[in-house]
T-cell receptor
Framework: AQTVTQSQPEMSVQEAETVTLSCTYDTSESDYYLFWYKQPPSRQMILVIRQEAYKQQNATENRFSVNFQKAAKSFSLKISDSQLGDAAMYFCALGGGADGLTFGKGTHLIIQP | GAGVSQSPSNKVTEKGKDVELRCDPISGHTALYWYRQRLGQGLEFLIYFQGNSAPDKSGLPSDRFSAERTGESVSTLTIQRTQQEDSAVYLC???????????????FGPGTRLTVT
């Protein structure tokens, strides 16, 4: 069975600062993908960034980047220059089988103006 | 183009009643997923449809839950004899091709909030 663990229920950061959200996972698959999704109060799940496990290079999307440590099964999300619009629940997710995605319990990100 | 749509947005029902939740995927997406999100929790996979293949029902929590999909279009999730523990947001997602997690992005609908009283 696959598991995803997000150990930070809530994080707070000052606007324009940098914040890192943690995620660890476990899977027996050799080929898998990792995702970070953002869920604002509207409930709409929005894909933030995606990482293929076979790629060593960390994915980057504008202000969002990941630190993928395959041996440690760690997949953290770094948000640079935090903006008020970044406030949301952030979910780490793992896809490696045919059972949809496995999600963590989420981290509530608060942006302090 | 239109995204994934779900209806109703909110549903309140009495314990013991049956409910039907609807999902309209993005046109051309062959894969469709249903997830359940309990309050303060992450998403829990329920069922997956890929084209005309038999659905993967491995995530359905009980035999009170069932889902259908007509071809590669609309899907309905039915919960029979609802219980209070069924209260949750039910999210639907679609993607171009299904199976493993990627590289095809899953596009999510806004969800249906089900409250069982």
């Amino acid at each position: 069975a696959q598991t995803v663990t997000q150990s930070q229920p809530e994080m707070s950061v000052q606007e324009a600062e940098t914040v890192t959200l943690s995620c660890t996972y476990d899977t027996s698959e050799s080929d898998y993908y990792l995702f970070w999704y953002k869920q604002p109060p509207s409930r709409q799940m929005i894909l933030v960034i995606r990482q293929e496990a076979y790629k060593q290079q960390n994915a980057t999307e504008n202000r969002f980047s990941v630190n993928f440590q395959k041996a440690a099964k760690s997949f953290s999300l770094k948000i640079s220059d935090s903006q008020l619009g970044d406030a949301a629940m952030y979910f780490c997710a793992l896809g490696g089988g045919a059972d949809g995605l496995t999600f963590g319990k989420g981290t509530h990100l608060i942006i302090q103006p | 183009g239109a995204g994934v749509s779900q209806s109703p947005s909110n549903k309140v029902t009495e314990k013991g009643k049956d409910v039907e939740l609807r999902c309209d995927p993005i046109s051309g997406h062959t894969a469709l997923y249903w997830y359940r999100q309990r309050l303060g929790q992450g998403l829990e996979f329920l069922i997956y449809f890929q084209g005309n293949s038999a659905p993967d029902k491995s995530g359905l929590p009980s035999d009170r839950f069932s889902a259908e999909r007509t071809g590669e279009s609309v899907s309905t999730l039915t919960i029979q004899r609802t219980q209070q523990e069924d209260s949750a947001v039910y999210l639907c997602a679609s993607s171009l091709v299904g199976g493993v997690g990627g590289p095809y992005e899953q596009y999510f609908g806004p969800g249906t909030r089900l409250t069982v009283t």
